[in-house]
């Protein structure tokens, strides 16, 4: 709403959300285990955009069950907290990885360290997740 401030603690988020490079992604097993993965991440139209291997546990885990956590590094001994519970989704029509230019900018030198480039990269990593958050819990 125009000229009301912006809560403090959600623009720290939002920013971290921007500008952090790993966050820890939590799916569950068919046998009900969580599972938590370091991804690299984009966080876009208030999603949060993962891409990965096709035949990764998180990928087989998102499609049997939506139901995600997504955990930034605690900073501030532990006093900068940003977790999101959310529903994810396999989408496969969703732009592959080289064709966003906010991913490439904020990876490339990474994908680099990876021996790849943009496109191989896209390629490797061709499954997006994207992740709507339903919960964030700020602290």
Request: charged share 30%.
């Amino acid at each position: 709403m125009r000229g009301v401030p912006a809560d403090p603690k959600r623009a720290h988020a939002d920013a971290r959300l921007r500008a952090e490079k790993i966050a820890w992604l939590t799916t569950v097993r068919r046998d009900g285990q969580p599972q938590s993965s370091p991804v690299w991440f984009l966080y876009t139209d208030g999603e949060i955009v993962v891409y990965s291997r096709a035949t990764t546990q998180k990928v087989r885990n998102v499609r049997a069950n939506p139901k995600v956590a997504v955990h930034l590094r605690d900073i501030d001994d532990g006093a900068d907290v940003v977790s999101i519970e959310g529903d994810a989704v396999v989408d496969d029509g969703y732009p592959q990885a080289a064709s966003i230019p906010a991913y490439i900018r904020k990876y490339r030198s990474m994908i680099a360290d990876l021996r790849m480039d943009p496109a191989s990269f896209a390629r490797a990593y061709s499954v997006p997740i994207r992740i709507r958050p339903l919960r964030v819990r700020i602290e």
